[in-house]
């Protein structure tokens, strides 16, 4: 079981910059690949970013490619993403989640986070 708690995140005007955090309970934080969604008013939820359990990779989704970086320490359990040069329609909330693999799918992560709202105004 892992519990996941996002932090970061708030007002931001277009152009400027924010870092969001999620930290993780348990011993296991590094076996698993972690990723970022967001979802806003009236639409699906999108893959952002993922990173690999151990070999750090990552991908991101073209929207973003870019301007957010995605980042883990697995000695603090924490997994990051580091906004730059946002626009209005980085407005969503996000959410991360651990899975199993890397994977662009919200169905293939098992563990999610409560999100945390990023609004960005022009």
């Known amino acids: 079981q892992v519990q996941l708690v996002e932090s970061g995140g708030g007002l931001v005007q277009a152009g400027g910059s924010t870092r969001l955090s999620c930290a993780a309970s348990?011993?296991?934080?590094?076996?698993?690949?972690m990723g970022w969604f967001r979802q806003a008013p009236g639409k699906e939820r999108e893959f952002v970013s993922v990173?690999?359990?151990?070999?750090?990779?990552?991908d991101y989704a073209d929207s973003v490619k870019g301007r957010f970086t995605i980042s883990r320490d697995n000695a603090k359990n924490t997994v990051y993403l580091q906004m730059n040069s946002l626009k209005p329609d980085d407005t969503a909330i996000y959410y991360c989640a651990a899975g199993y693999a890397k994977a662009y799918s919200s169905s293939l992560y098992d563990y999610w986070g409560q999100g945390t709202q990023v609004t960005v105004s022009s």
């Open positions: 348990g011993r296991t934080f590094s076996t698993y690949a």
């Open positions: 990173i690999g359990r151990s070999d750090g990779s990552t």
